[in-house]
């Protein structure tokens, strides 16, 4: 998804994880991770072996997985976890693999970047990057399910009540809005399937609860749930007239403007729904 | 979409089912059934699989797998395994939307879960970042030969659903 609908996203994100001293190192052969929502449940063998696939061309750099999306992060967590423990499994998919010269061996981690950013950082790390603090900005957190479910797997926060992300944007100096449908899904497979009436409904009640909790944006890692903000936050917009916009911003955006980057810098004007008390009171800093 | 479901297959398969009160948490927590007005995950599995022995609930691909159903059962029944094994053995047998399989052989012939195109190319130009090539790599439809998919995939089509 970043790398073809939102590479904006993939620029800033490679800047401020940059600046933090996280070398990235670019794998050309890697694929699509493939997506755990339609690939993973339409065919799993061939999602393992092409998600082992991926892993084994990390491991042959001797380089853990950094990703910027949820779903990435499920799936490639999701096979290294499970042909770690599974050895039948982890045998089939390695004969499969082998037809195409790779072997998975389990031997790296893989991590979302939010993760690294807490794990791997710290809160204390961030805050000294910090340039230019989102000071009295309310920032809704969405830190979405494939991100937290299941727990066991993903290992990054309590799903029932997610406060990583909210610690990572109390770090950029900005305030977290608690809202009544935090941990709702944003709905990414009613687009998948076309149901968009279903869409428009949930996210007209998910931005409603956002809206009356006082968020001036939302936040997230994720690329699918930015999508269904921006762009499905436009469609809902329309079909219910809805008279107020809450800008959605990655992660790494957010945090480039904490960095002293600017909004255009940080790929905001290509975003469908700005909002002009949003960019005064980042511009005003 | 009918998905002819034995409760004998299912339970054998799927051995947590036979856990389930029926307490309905999973239902009161799914979104997919909340806002689809096409899916009811009580209809789909509490009632269909158990009582019915076939899924007459249309889109099984509205749930979006966000595991709350997994993360809320006070009984661990391992409910999104069952939706997962439905949704597979539809696709296996052809009974996916189009755009599923559309999807999934996008990703298998060009590496990319979506196709590139030049506005893509010309906006990564601009931001300075590396461009992408159009097909990642062969790897993915060797993989896909190997485990049946592209088998599957040609027959959906020549069925032309």
Redesign the interface.
Same mark, same amino acid.
């Given at each position: 998804?970043i790398?073809?609908?939102l590479?904006?996203i $993939?620029?800033v994100s @490679?800047k401020v994880l940059g600046n933090l001293g996280i070398e990235l190192v670019?794998i050309?052969?890697?694929?699509?991770c493939?997506?755990? !929502? !339609?690939? *993973?449940?339409?065919? @799993?063998?061939?999602w393992l072996?092409?998600a082992a @696939?991926n892993i084994a061309l990390a491991e042959e750099k001797g380089l853990n997985i950094i990703t910027v999306c949820n779903g990435c992060s499920q799936t490639l967590r999701m096979t290294n976890k499970t042909l770690k423990s599974d050895l039948e499994l982890k045998g089939k998919v390695n004969k499969?693999?082998s $037809? !195409?010269g790779?072997e998975f061996l389990g031997k790296i981690e893989v991590k979302h970047f939010l993760q690294v950013l807490i794990e791997d950082l710290g809160v204390k790390e961030i805050k000294e990057r910090v340039n230019a603090p989102l000071n009295d900005l309310k920032v809704a957190t969405h830190v979405g399910?494939?991100l937290t479910? %299941?727990?066991e797997i993903m290992e990054f926060d309590d %799903? $029932?009540d997610p406060v990583v992300l909210e610690s990572l944007v109390a770090a950029l100096g900005a305030e977290t809005v608690d809202y009544d449908l935090k941990?709702?899904?944003?709905?990414?497979?009613?687009a998948?399937? *076309?149901?968009r009436?279903?869409?428009n409904?949930?996210l007209r009640d998910k931005l409603t609860s956002m809206n009356e909790a006082g968020a001036q944006c939302i936040t997230t890692g994720c690329p699918f749930c930015f999508q269904q903000f921006d762009l499905g936050q436009l469609l809902s917009a329309k079909e219910y007239g809805l008279r107020f916009k809450v800008p959605v911003l990655f992660y790494s955006q957010l945090l480039g403007l904490a960095m002293g980057y600017t909004i255009e810098e940080v *790929?905001y004007t290509y975003h469908k729904v700005r909002d002009e008390s949003f960019e005064k009171k980042v511009e005003s800093r | 979409m009918l998905l002819p479901v034995e409760y004998k297959t299912v339970i054998k398969r799927h051995p947590s089912l036979e856990k389930c009160l029926k307490c309905s948490v999973c239902h009161q927590n799914c979104?997919?059934s909340l806002?689809? /007005?096409?899916y009811d995950l009580k209809n789909i599995f509490l009632f269909d699989v158990f009582t019915r022995g076939a899924i007459d609930n249309q889109?099984l691909?509205?749930?979006?797998?966000? #595991?709350?159903c997994?993360?809320r059962c006070p009984y661990d029944v391992k409910t999104?395994e069952v939706?997962?094994a439905l949704?597979?053995e539809a696709?296996?047998k052809g009974l996916?939307?189009t755009? =599923?399989?559309n999807?999934?052989e996008q990703? =298998?012939s060009t /590496?990319? /879960?979506?196709?590139?195109?030049s506005f893509?190319q010309t +906006?990564?130009e601009k931001?300075?970042?590396?461009s +992408?090539?159009p097909e990642?790599?062969e #790897?993915?439809k060797? =993989?896909?030969e190997?485990?049946g +998919?592209n088998g =599957?995939l040609k027959e959906s089509k020549s069925k032309g659903k």
């Open positions: 998804m790398p073809i609908k590479p904006h $993939e620029s @490679r670019d050309d052969a890697f694929t699509c493939p997506d755990p !929502v !339609v690939f *993973g449940a339409a065919d @799993r063998l061939t072996t092409v @696939r499969i693999l $037809e !195409v790779y399910c494939h479910n %299941p727990s %799903p $029932e941990t709702q899904c944003c709905g990414v497979s009613y998948v399937v *076309g149901q009436k279903s869409l409904i949930l *790929g | 979104i997919a806002y689809s /007005g096409v889109n691909w509205n749930c979006p797998i966000c #595991d709350y997994y993360e999104i939706l997962e949704k597979e696709f296996l996916a939307p755009s =599923i399989r999807q999934v990703t =298998i /590496g990319f /879960g979506f196709p590139i195109t893509t +906006l990564r931001l300075a970042i590396p +992408l090539k990642k790599s #790897d993915l060797k =993989i896909a190997k485990t +998919l =599957i």
